[in-house]
Structure formats: structure tokens, C-alpha cells
């Protein structure tokens, strides 16, 4: 007799569960794929297109990878996950200097500048939906962070993430 796993109805053999999970993986690798090479650092990806763009509601540069990273850590992916936090890291710091270059340009021209703001990447000046930013970059960062402790402990090396030349 057949017992379905996990009790799902109705009943799903084996078989059919394992491709409907290749076929999930399959299909978001396409589009997380598409993102980064039509599309990073930019907010999301324009579908019809394949354009960058801005999801005008959050205005975070690299929304979609920071909102994929849980997605990357449940689908086993702890490269490419790892990848994807130093690539937020990198982009972060990029964003301080090009502040402080803006910032001190500002200073020379006797401008204000932004007082109290330090730029990066969490410190972009914008009006924001308070709830789709805390459910896809609270939310995204957060959830991340707690699975990366419960399931990566030492699962990646920095060779993994890191070529030779130090780009990732």
C-alpha cells in the first residue's frame, strides 16, 4: 500500500514529488540567473523585457537578491548564497565611497551635503511602503540570517565564493 509522504492530498507518489522539486529549482536558477545578468544591481528585473528596474514601493538597490536569500539557503544553495551576501557587502561599501565623494564635492562647494547620513546601502534617503519593506528586506535579511546559522556552519569555504583573482 501507498503512504503519502508528508500526508499531502491528495496523494503524491515519490516519484512525482522529486520532479516537482527539480522543476522548482529549475525554474527559479532561470530567473534568479536572468536577474543577475540582465538586471544586478538594480531593484528587480523587468519580465516582459529583461530590463532592469525599480520597484518603485521599496527603492533598496539589490531588493531581489536580499529577498532571495532564505530561498537560496532552503534550496540547499550555500554557494551561491554566501556569493550573494558578499556581493551585498561589496555593493554596500561601493555605495558609502560614492557618498563620501558626493559628500566631499558637497563640502567643496559650500553645499550641505546629507547631515547624518552615512550612505550605503541600508542608508538610501527614500520614501518607502513600511510593510513591503519590512517583508522583503527586514523580512529577507532576517530570515536569512537565522537559517544561515541553523543549517551553513562551516559549509562553505572562501575558495567556493572567492575565484583566484579575489572576484566573486
Known amino acids: 500500500t501507498y503512504s503519502p509522504v508528508g500526508g499531502a492530498f491528495p496523494p503524491m507518489p515519490p516519484s512525482q514529488i522529486e520532479a516537482n522539486k527539480q522543476l ?3 525554474m527559479f536558477t ?4 536572468s ?3 540582465n538586471a544586478f544591481p538594480a531593484s528587480e528585473l523587468k519580465p516582459l523585457t529583461c530590463q532592469p528596474g525599480v520597484f518603485n514601493l521599496v527603492r533598496v538597490p539589490a531588493l531581489t537578491l536580499i529577498d532571495t536569500l532564505d530561498t537560496l539557503i532552503i534550496m540547499r544553495n550555500f554557494t551561491e548564497f554566501a556569493r550573494g551576501v558578499e556581493r551585498l557587502r561589496y555593493l554596500d561599501e561601493r555605495m558609502k ?4 565623494l558626493v559628500q ?7 553645499g550641505n551635503g546629507n547631515r547624518g547620513e552615512e550612505g550605503g546601502l541600508f542608508s538610501v534617503n527614500q520614501n518607502v511602503s513600511l510593510f513591503e519593506t519590512t517583508i522583503r528586506v527586514l523580512g529577507g535579511l532576517l530570515s536569512a540570517h537565522q537559517m544561515a546559522i541553523a543549517f551553513m556552519a562551516n559549509l562553505v569555504l572562501k575558495s567556493d565564493v572567492w575565484d583566484s583573482s579575489g572576484d566573486n
Do not use: P, W
Not at 532561470?30 to 540567473?33: E, K, L, P, T
Open 24 to 26: 522548482l529549482q529549475s
Open 30 to 33: 532561470h530567473a534568479y540567473d
Open 35 to 37: 536577474y543577475f545578468h
Open 97 to 100: 565611497r560614492e557618498f563620501q
Open 104 to 110: 566631499e564635492k558637497s563640502k567643496k562647494s559650500k
